[in-house]
């Protein structure tokens, strides 16, 4: 089973991370980002997005980190990291679209101005951050994870960009219950890190 | 089960729509999208996002249309809709990712700038748009729908602010492919329209 990955994009960070935590091996291809390799044909021929990780197993080929998480977990069947009951499973999947929509257009986008250099509307980024970062610490008040009271894909969605949110310029220390979430998820066996992260 | 819901909101016909094709019965909640109601303490103590649709089923609290889309459809084991087999359901997945990110912040924005009078920075929806819709466009050259060979909520996902991009400035005559498969959506038994669809 092929990654195509980049180590400094919390999107394949997801899947690296989840693979380790449930001990799913994982043949990782390292895709030379700088150098625009993910708009290239034989990547543009597995992704029309021109976007990375694409998970490649036999003839199945896979774009976005989301439903990557959601193949390896069913693939494995991995009821504690996404149930198949339809409450439970849905429950996970609240944070999935909001690690598409608000992680991604927040803190992810904000890192992207700031150490990649897009031109995104900075300010833009950084209030969507602020108001994600205040949902998440308000639901880690009464919540160890984010879903079902113990770890789901749906951490191993939302936490990437989270950690590496000072690289965007924005930090975590208002944040108390994120970054106690944040230590949890690093307590977990199996961990494993990305560079920038808190 | 209830549908908290708003007639203009996209999103809350995501939830509608889909009902209607698979005959899911739903109570309909209009809400006073006008007046502030989703951000009144009622309804964010159902949802702290402060945002509708919020589905409420029994003890069963929803939030984002794309997770309750999941929901029904597993609920009712509709397998066509949402396969439980990993790959197709990774699939569908995929799309529910595009309807979270590039749909919501490329013709959702734009018309939320238009219709609505957010403070949103307006060239940037429109890019977005023009890339999502050219994917779209070209994803629909070789396909009728956009998983599976068949309807699944990955279309009731992406189809609503693709349909109603107009209304955001959007032309969508130079998107053929994306003409006709509205109009195939438009032809499945149940289909119901929302105001502004093209």
Redo the contacts between chains.
Sequence with gaps: MKLYDLELSGNCYKVRLFAALANIELEIVPVDFLAGEHKGAAMLALN??GEIPILVHGE?V???A???L??LA??HDLESWLP????Q???V??W???A??EI??GPNAARLVDKFGYE??KP?TLVTSARILG?LN??LTEHDWLALGHPTIADCAVMPYVAIAPEGGIALDDYPNVLAWIDRIKQLPGFIGMPGQV
């Design positions: 029309p997005f199945v896979l774009r976005d989301q439903a990557i959601v193949y069913r693939l198949s009951e339809p409450q499973m849905a429950e999947q609240q999935l679209a909001t598409a929509n991604q257009h995104l509307d833009t949902l308000d639901h």
